[in-house]
């Protein structure tokens, strides 16, 4: 919060106008830059900074109930979920992180975790989480994944299939990000590996000569 307060002051010193919108694509338009609002909206430019990071959306679990409003991607402040049923998916050091502050304010937690282990965290975090659930303090579930979300509780499923239903009043998922590929290609912007159509054509008929060659 003062970081972001800081952040707004500088903004309202130096005077710069803010736009809360979001940019679908850039492209170029009679020697200058357009963005491309969402909702028809238009803002022009001589340049375009794109500051967005590496990351784009986060990746979701493709279930059902994934959208309700109990469901989210960020942990602000554990000791909001107190004494509350909490499930957290995910094997990251984000996921370990959350479950375990919320686990230790107070929180009734499951951690379900589809691999059967936590290969991408790091030790101190995995240790922290397998002290947590030898005492008790965290339900750990792993080689689980998620079928369904529900207003008061999930059904997950184990690596046999077997399913089972645990209360959860929020639903914190930390899966990663997609890396915003998407936006680039609407931008007109090259990525590195993709195939252009005049590189598939080359391809195909780099292939047709090579089996004309053979057949004669």
Known sequence: EQLLDELRAQVERVGVPVTHARAERVVREGGALTVKLEGGGTRR?????????????????????????????RLHDPADHAGRDVLVVGGGDSALDAASALAEAGARVTLAHRGAHFSRARAENAERVQALASRGALSLR???????????????????????????????????????????????????????????????????????????
């Open 142 to 216: 792993l080689r689980t994944s998620v079928r369904e979300i529900t207003a008061t509780d999930a059904e997950l499923a184990d690596g046999a299939g077997e399913t089972a239903r645990v209360p959860a009043q929020s639903v914190f998922t930390f899966l990663g990000r997609e890396a915003p590929l998407a936006f680039l290609r609407r931008c007109g912007i090259r990525i590195a590996g993709d195939g252009s159509r005049a590189g598939w054509a080359a391809i195909a008929c780099f292939l047709v000569a090579l089996a004309a060659l053979y057949d004669w």
């Open 45 to 73: 430019a001589r340049a375009v900074l794109i500051a967005i990071g590496r990351s784009g959306d986060f990746r979701r679990l493709g279930v059902p109930g994934e959208s309700l409003d109990h469901v989210h991607v």
